[in-house]
């Protein structure tokens, strides 16, 4: 897998989180599952399940076609 891919698709990720307080981190990543950890405000924040869904996981499957999904732990 291009880390260099996956690391310009976070970086388009932190970019919208760091706007609302938050941020992001990889965890690791196993067989074709990017894992990922909200940090910040997006640690507590009760609409965070969403924002993983909705946005953080369609970005980065979007732009890194070998992962099927993407985790947070």
């Given at each position: 897998?291009?880390?260099?891919?996956?690391?310009k698709a976070i970086e388009k990720v932190r970019e919208g989180l760091k706007a609302e307080g938050g941020d992001i981190e990889v965890v690791t990543i196993k067989d074709d599952t990017l894992y990922v950890k909200l940090k910040g405000a997006c640690e507590t924040c009760p609409m965070s399940s969403l924002t993983m869904t909705n946005w953080v996981e369609k970005t980065l499957i979007d732009n890194i076609p070998e992962i099927k999904s993407v985790k947070a732990v």
């Open positions: 897998m291009d880390q260099e891919k996956i690391d």
